[in-house]
C-alpha cells in the first residue's frame, strides 16, 4: 500500500512547489550550494547555484531527481504556512488552542534537521483534541482540509481525530476526502497510483461488462486477502469461494478468471489442469492470471507465461476468445516489447486482436517505436513501427486511435529512412506528413537534417579543427531554409535552432548572431525536458551554447558558460572536441579579469591541454592576461604535474612579472624555482643559469644573496670545489666593502672545500692588509653592551645555543645572544614575523646561510627598515657562529668608541 502523506495527494502541483520553494528559502545559500554540490551530475544536468538561481529552479531539480530533503521543503513550507501564512487564520479557526508559537520556524542550518513531527506538549494536545472534537458532523472548506491534513501529518497522535474528521475509504491508507468546490483532476502519469495500490479498479485489465457485481466482489476479496486488511478472509476462504463459484456452473467460463487470478497473487505459477478444463476456460484462468501478475509489473512473468502458453495467446492473436483477449493480451504485448521480444510482439499483434481495442496496443506499440530510434536501434525500430504502420493502415483500427498517433508513427519511419541513408525518401515522407497537417517546427527540423545529409541532429557537431569547416558549411548551409521555416512557425524546434546558430559559430564575425540562435534552442531544448536534456544532442549545444558567450565576450555569461562546459563533458558522452574554436575562445577572453575566467582556462587545461600549451607561455598572452597568469601560477604549484612542467611555468612566469616590473611575484618565481632545483637534481643547471643572469636573478637578488644561494647549490649536489670558487667570490666581495674577518672565514671554508693556498694568496693579502689597518683601532675601543639575534640554521644549530652564551659569559659579559632556529622550512612567514617582533630589542642581526634564499633576504631588508646591521655567518658549526657573533659586537663597538 502506499505511505504517500494524505496532505501530498490533496495538494496541486502549483500548490506543492511553492511550498517547497516556500521552505527552501529558509535555508542559507550556502547552506544549500554545500547540499548541492553533494549530488551528482546525472544526463549532463548539473546541480543549479543557490547563488545564482531562484529557490524554484533548486526545488524542481530536487523533484526531478527525486532528492529526500525535498519533502523537508515541503514540510517547511506547510508550517510556515500554517504558522503565519494563508492557512494560519483557516488554522485560528479550527484548533484556536494551537497557539503559533508552538508551531516552529526553523532557518538556517537548523531548517534540515527539523524532525516531521510537531513537539506539543501533553497540555497543548490535549486542548488541539478538544477542538478537533468539537468539528464533528461538519464540512470543510479546501484550505480547511488541508489544515487539518497538515496537522494529520505533522502530529500523529492527532491522527485517529483527523481520520474521524475526513474519514478513509475501506481498505484505504490514503485516499483523499472530497471537499467543498473542489473538482476532481486527473493525477499526473508520474504520480498514478501503483498497481499494486487498493484503491485501483480491479477491473481496469478486463471490459466491466464481462463481469458482474459478485465477480468484483471476488476481485476485492482477493485482494484485501493478499494484502491482509483487517477483517479481510484468509487467501484459503477465497480460494474455496472461487472453486465454489467455479463448480456451481461449470458453463460459466468466465469464473475459471478468479482461479488464475488468485493463484498468481498468491504464489503458485500456475493451476494443474482440472478434467474439465477446456480452450475457452484455460484462456480465461489464462487471463487471471497475466492480469494478477500486471498489477505488479511482473513483467519477466509474463513474458515466462507466454512462453508457457504460447499456442492459447497464439489463437487469442488470431481472435479467439475476445473476452479474456481484451484483458490479457495488452499486457502480453506490452511485456514481450519491454524485454526487447519484437518478433513474438508483431507474431501476436494481428489485426484480428487489435482491432478489439486498439486503444490499448497501439500507443503502447508507437511508444516503443520511439524509444528504438532514439536509442538508435534503427533495424528494431524499422520492424516495430513497419507493425505499426501495417495495423493503422487498417480503417477500423485507425479509427479506433487518436489522429496524433498515427501521425507519431509516421514521423518516426521518417527519421528510420534517414537514419538508414535514404535521404531524399525520408525528406518526401516528411513533406508528404507536411502537407497533411503535421507539425512544422518539428517536420522542418527533420527535413532540414535531409538536406544536409545528416542521420541525426548530433551528428552535426563543431569540427575539430578548422580544416573540417571547409566540408561541413556547405552541408549545413543547404538546411537553412528548412531551419528558418522551422523557426518561423512559432513550434519549439531546438534542432534548428541550433543548426542556425552552428553555421553562424563557423562564420566569423557572427557570434552573437550564434548566441541568439543557441541561446533560443537552449531554452527550447529546456522546455522540453522528457527528450533533450539527457542526450548527446543537449550536451553537444551546450558546448556550442558556452564557446558562442566566449567568443561574443558576453561577461555577464561567463558563469553560465562554465557551467555549461561541465554539463557538456562530464558524463563522458562528448570525446572529440572543437579545438581549434577554444584557441579562438582562449585569444578572446584573455584579456578579461572576469573570476570566472580562470575556471574556464582551468577546465581547458584539463580536457584538452594541446591547445593551451602554445598559449600559456606566449609574451603577449601572459603580459594581457590575467587569467593565463593565473593558470600559470597554479600550474606552477600544482604538485600533480612534473618538475620539468612546474619548471616551464616558472620560467615563463618570472619573466612576465619581471617585465611589468612585479618584484614580489618576481621574488616568488624565484623561490620555487630553488625549491624545485634543490629537490630535482636534473633541474639544477637551469636554477644556476638563473642565478647567473643578469636579468633575472640578478634584478631580484643583491650579489651577496646571489653568490650564497649558487653556494648553496653547489653544497647540496657535493660539487666541492665548485662551492670553493664561489665562496671566493664571496670573499672578494666582502674584501670589497672591508669586511677582512669576514673575507678570512670564506677563505678558511675555500681551503677546506679543496682550493690550494696559491689559488687564493691575493685574496688573503687583500685581508691581511684591511686587517693591519684596523688593528689600532680595535685596540684602542672599550667594552660596550651589545645584544645581538642570530637567525638560521635548525636543531642541529640549536643544541650549540647553551655552549654559545657560556662562551661569552666568561669572555664577554657586555654581550648578549637571542637565537632564532626557523630550519629548512618553506612556510616561513611566520618566523619572518617573529623575526620582526624580536629585531628592535637587538643592536644588530648575524644572518646564517641555513635560509631559504627568500627568507634570508626579507630578514635582512627588516634589518635595514629598523636601523640595524646585519652580518654574515658563513659557516654553521659552533665556532662559525661565536666568530660572526664576535665580529658583528666588533664592529658596533669600534663605530661607538
Known sequence: MSATPRIILALQDPEIQAAMSQGASKVPKAVLASMLKTIPPKGGIRPPNPNRDTPEKVVSFLIRREHPVALVFLFLGLLSSLRSGELAENRRKLVPNLPEADIPDPVGQEALKLSPNLPLSESVLASVRDDLRALAGKSFTEDETKVLLILEHACPELKEEVESLL???????????????????????????????????????????????????????????????????????????????????????????????????????????????????????????????????????????????????????????????????????????????FQDACTILKPELVRLCPGKFIPGLIREGRHLVRSRRVEEAKRVLGKGRELLAIEEIAEGCPPELLYECERRWGQVLRAQGAFREARSHFEHLLRDGGAVAELRTDMA??????????????????????SLLPQLEAALPDCMAAIESGGVAPGAAYMLGIVSLLHRNQENEALQHLEMAYEMALSREEVYPDSRFFNQLCMALSVAILLAMDESQFDKAHDLIHRALDDGRITELPLDLFKRAIEVIRASSHPACLSILEDFEQRCPEILEEHLRRKEFLES???????????????????????RDLEALLSAHLRSGNQVESEGCLAYMEELALTHERLSAGYLSVLEDPDRAGAILEDFER???????????????????????LARLALGQSQAELATEYLDLARACGLNAAELDMEHRWANEIIESTRLVEEARQPHP??????????????????????????????????????????????????????????????????????????????????????ACTGHGRDSIIRAVDRAAGFLRSRAN
Not at 484485501?224 to 458453463?251: F, K
Not at 537534417?449 to 571547409?470: F, H, M, S, T, Y
Open 707 to 729: 653568490l650564497e644561494a649558487i653556494r648553496l647549490l653547489h653544497q647540496v649536489r657535493g660539487q666541492r670545489r665548485s662551492e670553493g670558487l664561489v665562496l671566493a667570490q
Open 449 to 470: 537534417l535531409c538536406a544536409a545529409k545528416k542521420k541525426w541532429l548530433d551528428d552535426v557537431a563543431l569540427p575539430i579543427r578548422n580544416q573540417e569547416v571547409g
Open 167 to 341: 474519514p478513509l475509504e475501506p481498505g484505504s491508507s490514503t485516499s483523499v476526502p472530497r471537499v467543498e468546490g473542489a473538482e476532481a483532476e486527473p493525477l499526473p502519469e508520474s504520480e498514478e497510483p501503483s498497481v499494486s495500490d487498493s484503491e485501483e479498479s480491479e477491473t481496469s485489465a478486463v471490459p466491466s461488462e464481462e463481469f458482474s457485481a459478485l465477480d468484483k466482489l471476488l476481485f476485492r476479496a482477493a485482494v484485501d486477502s493478499v494484502a491482509g486488511v483487517d477483517g479481510s478472509l484468509p487467501p484459503e476462504e477465497v480460494a474455496d469461494l472461487v472453486e465454489e463459484l467455479i463448480y456451481l456452473n461449470t458453463t460459466r467460463t468466465k469464473s475459471y478468471f478468479h482461479r488464475g487470478f488468485l493463484h498468481a497473487l498468491t504464489g503458485p505459477s500456475f493451476v494443474p489442469t482440472r478434467q474439465e478444463e477446456n480452450q475457452e476456460r484455460r484462456a480465461w484462468e489464462w487471463a487471471g492470471k497475466i492480469i494478477a501478475l500486471a498489477r505488479y509489473d511482473r513483467r519477466d512473468d509474463i513474458c515466462l507465461a507466454f512462453d508457457d502458453a504460447t499456442d492459447l495467446a497464439l489463437q487469442m492473436a488470431e481472435g479467439r476468445f475476445e473476452g479474456p483477449a481484451k484483458g490479457a493480451m495488452p499486457h502480453v504485448a506490452e511485456s514481450l516489447l519491454h524485454s526487447g521480444r
Open 786 to 871: 651589545v645584544s645581538v639575534l642570530l637567525v638560521g640554521g635548525n636543531e642541529v644549530q640549536e643544541r650549540y645555543d647553551h655552549a654559545i652564551k657560556e662562551h661569552f659569559r666568561r669572555q664577554d659579559r657586555h654581550l648578549t645572544v637571542e637565537f632564532l632556529h626557523p630550519a629548512w622550512s618553506s612556510n616561513w612567514n611566520f618566523d619572518l614575523e617573529d623575526v620582526k617582533r624580536r629585531l628592535p630589542g637587538h643592536d644588530a642581526l648575524v644572518v646564517m646561510r641555513f635560509n631559504r634564499t627568500q627568507f634570508g633576504r626579507h630578514v635582512r631588508r627588516l634589518a635595514g627598515e629598523h636601523g640595524k646591521l646585519w652580518f
Open 625 to 647: 592576461s590575467p587569467a593565463v597568469l593565473k593558470l600559470l601560477e597554479k600550474r606552477a604549484q600544482s604538485k600533480d604535474r612534473t618538475p620539468n612542467g612546474r619548471w
